[in-house]
Nanobody, 123 residues
């Protein structure tokens, strides 16, 4: 069955960096667009960014462009999220997701979701 397993979360200080990984299995990873989302306490889930199946094209909302970078390794079936200059407001559960195309990532209707991983940024 499809599995998306996020790792790399935890506690980091303000200004620090963290890299999340998402290991995918149970589907043809290299054929799917992938994305990262997050949900802060008491807030709605939001898009962090997404990448096409090839990694040749990425999309970030304006609010995420400067500090977040998504990449993928199709040989390893793994998606990454590099987060820099972290702020307390970045504290959230981060989810990876898979979709048949990048549009479905952007409109937040992926086919598969991971269970999420907590990132806490201390002030």
């Amino acid at each position: 069955q499809v599995q998306l397993v996020e790792t790399g979360g935890g506690l980091v200080q303000t200004g620090g960096s963290l890299r999340l990984s998402c290991a995918a299995s149970g589907f043809t990873f290299s054929s799917y667009a992938m994305g990262w989302f997050r949900q802060a306490p008491g807030k709605e889930r939001e898009l962090v960014g997404g990448t096409k199946w090839s990694g040749s094209s990425t999309y970030y909302p304006d609010s995420m462009k400067s500090r977040f970078t998504i990449s993928r390794d199709n040989d390893k079936n793994t998606l990454y999220l590099q987060m820099n200059s972290l702020k307390p407001e970045d504290t959230a559960v981060y989810y990876c997701a898979a979709a048949r195309n990048l549009h479905n990532i952007v409109v937040m209707t992926p086919d598969y979701w991971g269970k999420g991983i907590l990132v806490t940024v201390s002030s």
